[in-house]
C-alpha cells in the first residue's frame, strides 16, 4: 500500500514569491492534516480535513496560507506571498474516518526555504 | 510555556545500556498520548501509544502518570539503530497532535 507522498520534496524560493505544496494521502483515508516544523521549534499543527471540509484551521499562521483539498482527496497548501518566517518543513498526514482517534500516518514532508 | 515538554538532550549512550526519556503536559484535557520517532530528514513514525496501565512492545515500555501529568519511554538493550529523536505527543478532544520538540537520543558503539 502506498503511504503519504508529497511533492516537492524540496523547494527555495524567494521573498514574496508564491510556493504550492501537494499531499497525496493514503487511499480511502478521510482525514488529512498539515504540521510544520520552523528550524529549531516543535512540529506544530496547521489544519484538519474530512474529506474536503476544512474541520479544524485554528493553526493557520496567517491569511497568507491556504489549504485546498478539491473532492476530498490530494491537498495543497499555498503561500502567497512567501516571508522569510515560513522557511521550514511542511508535514502531511492522514488517517482513517472518525470518531475515535487513528494513527496519523506522514509523509515524507516538503523542506521550503524562503530567502 | 510550551504545552508539552521535553528534555532536548542530547543523550549519548552507550549500546546495550538502559535509557529513560520523560515528557511532561500542561492541559489535564489532554486524551491521547504517543511516542513518536523521528530519524534525521525524515517523516516522524509512530513508536507506541501510551496508557495509564502502561504498555510494553519489546525493548520498549511506556508509562503515563495523568495525576502528574508524566509520560515516560523506557528503552532495554539499546541498539545503535535506536539513535533518532523521540518526540512525545498528546491529543486533546479533536485531531490535532500536539507535539514535544524532542529528545535527542545518540548509541555509541
Known amino acids: 500500500e502506498a503511504g503519504v507522498t508529497q511533492f516537492p520534496s524540496h523547494s527555495v524560493i524567494e521573498k514574496g514569491q508564491t510556493v504550492t505544496l501537494r499531499c497525496d494521502p493514503i487511499?480511502?483515508?478521510?482525514?488529512l492534516y498539515w504540521y510544520r516544523r520552523v528550524m529549531g521549534k516543535e512540529i506544530k499543527f496547521l489544519l484538519h480535513?474530512?474529506?474536503?471540509?476544512?474541520?479544524?484551521e485554528s493553526g493557520m499562521p496567517n491569511n497568507r496560507f491556504l489549504a485546498e483539498r478539491t473532492g476530498g482527496t490530494y491537498s495543497t497548501l499555498k503561500v502567497q506571498p512567501a516571508e522569510l518566517e515560513d522557511s521550514g518543513v511542511y508535514f502531511c498526514?492522514?488517517?482513517?474516518?472518525?470518531?475515535?482517534?487513528?494513527?496519523?500516518?506522514f509523509g515524507p514532508g516538503t523542506r521550503l526555504t524562503v530567502l | 510555556r510550551k504545552e508539552v515538554e521535553q528534555d532536548p538532550g542530547p543523550f549519548n549512550v552507550p549500546e546495550g545500556a538502559t535509557v529513560a526519556f520523560n515528557c511532561t503536559y500542561s492541559?489535564?484535557?489532554?486524551?491521547?498520548f504517543f511516542w513518536y520517532r523521528q530519524d534525521c530528514r525524515k517523516e516522524p513514525k509512530l513508536l507506541m501509544s501510551?496508557?495509564?496501565?502502561?504498555n510494553e512492545d519489546g525493548r520498549f515500555t511506556a508509562q503515563l502518570n495523568r495525576a502528574s501529568q508524566y509520560i515516560s519511554l523506557l528503552i532495554r538493550d539499546s541498539k545503535l539503530s535506536d539513535s533518532a529523536t523521540y518526540l512525545c505527543?498528546?491529543?486533546?478532544?479533536?485531531?490535532?497532535?500536539?507535539w514535544g520538540a524532542g529528545t535527542k537520543l545518540i548509541i555509541k558503539p
Open positions: 498526514a492522514s488517517s482513517q474516518g472518525t470518531p475515535t482517534y487513528n494513527e496519523q500516518f
Open positions: 487511499s480511502g483515508h478521510d482525514n
Open positions: 480535513f474530512v474529506k474536503e471540509s476544512k474541520q479544524d
Open positions: 492541559n489535564s484535557a489532554s486524551q491521547s
Open positions: 501510551v496508557y495509564s496501565s502502561g
Open positions: 505527543v498528546v491529543t486533546h478532544s479533536n485531531y490535532q497532535l500536539i
